[in-house]
């Protein structure tokens, strides 16, 4: 599960089938999967790792409130707005869509598994 204690969810309309969308509600360091900052571990152009949080806020680095990539017309919400949209539910790499494993952004994630 997430590991700051507090998240969100609803139920949408996924694919055509009713799923619910979990969120962490840490939008200020939500990037999404195409944005995240990363490091490269080899010239494999898809081998890296996702930094995790605490090497982003080392550096002073939190995400834009908007994403350059949008889904479907949708962009990162307004943490205010707390409205799930398309951007959440396939871009945001914090929040998951039931059945599927949540990304611990504490740690750094390799793309490519060992």
């Known amino acids: 599960m997430f590991n700051n204690g ?3 969810g ?3 309309r996924y694919c055509g089938k009713l799923r619910t969308l979990v969120c962490d509600m840490r939008c200020e360091m ?3 999967m195409n944005s995240r900052p990363k490091r ?3 010239q494999n152009e898809d ?3 996702y930094l995790s949080d605490d090497e982003l806020l080392a550096q002073g680095l939190y995400a834009p409130s908007k994403s350059p990539c949008t889904e479907g017309g ?3 919400p307004l943490p205010e707005e707390q409205k799930f949209n398309r951007w959440c539910a396939r871009e945001c790499e914090r929040s998951i869509i039931l059945d599927g ?3 611990d952004m504490t740690k750094p994630i390799p793309n490519i598994p060992r």
């Open 47 to 49: 081998d890296y790792i």
């Open 30 to 32: 939500a990037w999404g």
């Open 6 to 8: 507090f998240v969100q």
């Open 101 to 103: 494993t949540p990304l």
């Open 10 to 12: 609803k139920v949408i």
């Open 40 to 42: 490269m571990l080899s």
């Open 74 to 76: 949708d962009n990162k």
